[in-house]
């Protein structure tokens, strides 16, 4: 347990104070650069971006690995596994330049790289047979509990909260060339609603913790921004509480949270609400009809519901 006894012989150091980065490169030296080259070229190919090109992905992964070590330890766990699996959790994501490979999953196309990676670098075969399970256990529903799948899944889901969340958020938005309101009213909605039930949706007591604090950070802020963007006459949206049965967790409803204008803008009306759920690809999407009860202006809200750890 290679963390374990280097963080006693340290006094048992704060997390704050570790230099995660540096005791991966200790261990695997150049690992960590040749990660993030292959994960920023994967990306800016699917971009079409120059070579040179900073990625979001790559700070994304680095985030991960940031919340995968402090949830290790405050659950006493040896982080170097939950580390390494972060570092690898996003890499299959534009392999070949390509979003989400038809023929094979990402994660699939991840826990390759890993296998590939770690064993040239010199891991232990046992090590990289953890590392490969929890990559393949992240995100499917039929494996059996793994302990490193639930730290990088909780870590993930943390990193899209907070004020590092929050920033991404934007990002992405302002890479897609959305306006301020444009985003507000077509993601906000996910967003929120996702907030509200992330402490329901980790697999750890640690992740629960963070999550609760990280949930009402991003709900305050986006209050926040909802009323200056009134104030500022940009757009009249109002948060609207819709509570709905969960289709995987019958005795935990889930909270949505549907940001929109309180009234028709085309008449002044007031709007109908219809919501009906059906099986995606890989979640349970929620629809929402608002239909104008005067002038019958209809618009559509869609997204995937949150997980809720049952």
Known sequence: MYFVRFM?????????????????????????????????????????????????????????????????????????????????????????????????????????????????FGMKSADVRRVLAGLKALYNEKAKRNTVAAILHDADFLSKFGALGVAGFFIKSALRRRTLRSTVLGYLSKELTYASCLPLNMHTAA?????????????????????????????????????????????QPLQIQLVASPTCPKCGSGWNLVWTTDKGVKCRKLNIDWTCSDCGEQLQTSFCLPEIVS
Do not use: C
């Not at 991960?64 to 596994?81: G, K, M, R």
């Open 8 to 120: 006693v012989k340290l006094g048992l150091m704060t997390m704050q104070a570790f230099d995660y980065p540096s005791a991966v490169e200790s261990r695997f030296p150049g690992l960590i650069d040749k990660l993030r080259e292959i994960i920023q070229e994967s990306e800016n190919k699917h971009e079409g971006r120059s070579s040179h090109s900073e990625s979001f992905l790559w700070e994304h992964t680095l985030h991960t690995a940031s919340l995968a070590y402090q949830l290790a330890v405050a659950e006493n766990l040896d982080p170097l596994i939950p580390v390494i699996g972060a570092l690898f959790h996003d890499a299959g994501k534009f392999a070949g330049g390509k979003y989400h490979s038809d023929d094979t999953p990402e994660e699939e196309e991840s826990a390759r790289l890993a296998r590939k990676l770690l064993n040239q």
């Open 207 to 251: 992740g629960r913790k963070l999550a609760t604090k990280k949930a009402s950070d991003s709900l305050r802020f986006f209050r926040a921004l909802l009323a200056e963007l009134r104030e500022a006459r940009i757009a009249n949206l109002k948060i609207r509480q819709l509570r709905i049965p969960n289709p995987s967790a019958k005795n």
